[in-house]
């Protein structure tokens, strides 16, 4: 019997697995691997399927060096910058998004962290969707304090998303202006607010399988169960634009691994997914049960419409409020 057999049978009946358990993955025969992930996905989160959107709330500028990003001040990239989004604009969206039929919506901002004031104009918004949508709210605004996380979640905010993007070892290869404890220390005050937290990274920065093994080693001991697999998209003027774009098999490696690691987990196929020839179909047969749908932060990514059609394709139910 192989080790993915083996190692899934065992988690069906409560095992979690160890670090080497998992690497011990890495080179078993992929469509074994993916199979054995699908069941897992099966067996833990049944065919439920958890879809959300994004907009971008305020672009460019961002203080922060992260080498992948279009919006950093460091490169020279062609983003537009603008200022946090009124009121008026973020609910709209929101509303739209609901009667797409989506179950989450999240507006991401540029930058380290807001404002005081940037928190209280977006609270104010958050209060605005609520009391005319059911939409299930999301934020990602930085390293924020405490205070200002209590405040989201006092506005409505149920969930934040702060990826840890890589492994500990490699993320100094990746970002300099801040640091992997400064991800998790904010994880952790999001959490002690009441926040629920989002958390993953991006795949094709250099790392190894270790690293992304690592990575979510750490994301599962951080009691975090919705996890964003991105895909570098290389963006020209940024230090990664010539990168190679993982093959969509090595995404699905990816995929399956995260859900033997966190098998009630929804592993999301979130930025990159409109790299992939099948827009993440064969992905979603390897253990992912969960989407960012719609455009991304800096790239056009797949409509709600196509994405819906692709989900009833292959069986699964998407998420309602």
Do not use: W
Request: overall charge neutral.
């Amino acid at each position: 019997m192989s080790a993915a057999v083996t190692l899934k049978n065992k988690i069906f009946y409560g095992y979690q697995i160890t670090r080497e358990d998992a690497l011990s993955l890495i080179n078993e025969n992929l469509q074994e691997l993916c199979d054995c992930a699908n069941e897992l996905r099966y067996r833990f989160c049944g065919n439920s399927f958890d879809i959300c959107s994004i907009i971008n709330g305020k672009g460019g500028k961002c203080s922060e060096d992260c080498k992948y990003c279009a919006q950093s001040v460091y490169y020279h990239t062609e983003v537009e910058e603008y200022p946090l989004h009124d009121s008026d604009r973020l609910k709209k969206d929101a509303k739209y998004n609901q009667q797409m039929g989506i179950l989450r919506y999240s507006v991401v901002t540029s930058g380290k962290r807001l404002s005081n004031r940037e928190i209280e104009e977006l609270c104010e918004s958050y209060r605005n969707i609520k009391t005319t949508c059911g939409i299930s709210l999301c934020a990602s605004h930085g390293l924020l304090s405490f205070e200002q996380f209590k405040k989201l979640k006092n506005a409505g905010v149920a969930r934040y998303h702060n990826n840890l993007e890589t492994s500990r070892r490699n993320f100094p290869n990746i970002c300099t202006t801040h640091t992997y404890d400064d991800k998790i220390n904010a994880i952790k005050a999001a959490q002690q607010a009441g926040l629920e937290v989002c958390s993953g990274g991006i795949m094709g920065l250099g790392e190894t399988m270790e690293d992304r093994i690592d990575m979510v080693m750490d994301i599962r001991n951080l009691g975090i169960s919705s996890v964003p697999v991105n895909i570098l998209n290389p963006i020209k003027g940024t230090p990664f634009e010539h990168l190679p774009v993982l093959k969509i098999n090595e995404v699905r490696q990816i995929a399956a691994l995260f859900r033997f690691i966190i098998p009630n987990a929804a592993i999301r196929l979130a930025g990159g997914r409109g790299l992939l020839n099948d827009k993440g179909r064969a992905v979603f047969l390897s253990g992912a049960n969960a989407a960012i749908s719609g455009d991304m932060l800096t790239t056009s990514g797949i409509t709600v419409n196509e994405d819906m059609i692709m989900l009833k394709e292959l069986g699964f139910e998407v998420e309602k409020i």
